[in-house]
């Protein structure tokens, strides 16, 4: 049985219908692996897991874990791949998903976490890299000159989009049309998630399904 959930951003809490999609799937919670998407911003050598916003919404929705683990450039290779194949519940942090795709490449975790049996969470720049594919663009407030579809770990046959500051608005400016020609591009406003669940896809808030050039809003 394979479950991955896709989370846009929460500005606060996680939702109520949400909190028991995961009490039902997070069974085993001996060890929560969270993967950076800045890794490299970080200088002391402390992790403060309080200060770890995807860590606060699983604590306050009382999700807590025997073992907890951040990975960014301050744990050994070895010692962050180990940890992965030995957790529970894998978290793509939010942040910068070209630093995190880059990092996934480097620390050589991209089929460690794909050979995993764990829970697969992602949020915004998380959400992202778990998807087939995604873009970056100037329309997605990332630094580049053209827009450039990249590869994802490919958990699920789909594209993905989410970022806190865009709506449907910003989706139709139509920068998403390209790489909907090529699959479908699920397109998320904040507050949402995705929950794909042995192939069958649910949905919680707005989120947006394009596919051919054509935008959508998915009913709930």
Same mark, same amino acid.
């Given at each position: 049985m394979s479950?991955?959930?896709?989370?846009?951003?929460?500005?606060?809490?996680?939702?109520?219908?949400l909190?028991?999609?995961? *009490?039902?799937?997070?069974?085993?919670? *001996?060890?929560?692996?969270?993967?950076?998407?800045? &890794?490299?911003?970080?200088?002391?050598g402390?992790?403060?897991?309080?200060?770890?916003?995807?860590?606060?919404?699983?604590? /306050?929705? %009382?999700?807590?874990?025997?073992e %907890?683990? #951040? @990975?960014?450039?301050?744990? &050994?290779k070895?010692?962050?791949? /180990?940890? @992965?194949?030995n957790?529970?519940?894998?978290?793509?942090?939010?942040?910068?998903?070209?630093q995190?795709? %880059?990092?996934?490449?480097?620390y050589?975790?991209?089929?460690?976490?794909?050979n995993?049996?764990?829970?697969?969470?992602?949020?915004?720049?998380?959400?992202? %890299?778990?998807?087939?594919?995604?873009?970056?663009s *100037?329309?997605?407030?990332?630094?580049?000159?053209?827009?450039?579809?990249?590869?994802?770990?490919?958990?699920?046959? #789909?594209?993905?989009?989410?970022?806190?500051?865009?709506?449907?608005?910003? #989706?139709? *400016?139509?920068?998403?049309?390209?790489?909907?020609?090529?699959?479908?591009?699920?397109?998320?406003?904040?507050?949402?998630?995705?929950?794909?669940?042995?192939?069958?896809?649910? @949905?919680?808030?707005?989120?947006?399904?394009?596919?051919?050039?054509?935008i /959508?809003?998915?009913?709930?």
């Amino acid at each position: 049985m394979s479950t991955h959930y896709y989370f846009s951003w929460f500005n606060d809490c996680l939702p109520e219908k949400l909190v028991e999609w995961l *009490q039902e799937d997070l069974q085993d919670r *001996q060890s929560l692996v969270m993967i950076s998407a800045q &890794p490299s911003d970080y200088e002391d050598g402390q992790i403060h897991f309080e200060d770890i916003t995807e860590w606060t919404w699983l604590h /306050q929705a %009382n999700l807590m874990f025997k073992e %907890n683990h #951040f @990975i960014d450039y301050r744990m &050994p290779k070895d010692e962050a791949r /180990q940890w @992965i194949q030995n957790a529970s519940v894998i978290f793509l942090c939010g942040g910068d998903p070209v630093q995190q795709n %880059n990092f996934l490449a480097e620390y050589e975790l991209t089929d460690v976490i794909k050979n995993s049996n764990a829970v697969i969470l992602g949020a915004s720049a998380g959400s992202l %890299n778990m998807a087939a594919k995604w873009v970056t663009s *100037q329309s997605a407030d990332h630094t580049v000159e053209i827009d450039t579809i990249q590869n994802g770990l490919g958990f699920d046959p #789909f594209a993905y989009e989410s970022h806190s500051k865009r709506d449907y608005a910003s #989706f139709v *400016q139509g920068y998403l049309f390209p790489l909907s020609e090529e699959m479908d591009v699920y397109a998320a406003e904040q507050e949402s998630a995705m929950r794909v669940k042995d192939g069958a896809i649910e @949905i919680m808030g707005p989120v947006y399904l394009i596919s051919r050039s054509k935008i /959508q809003k998915i009913s709930v």
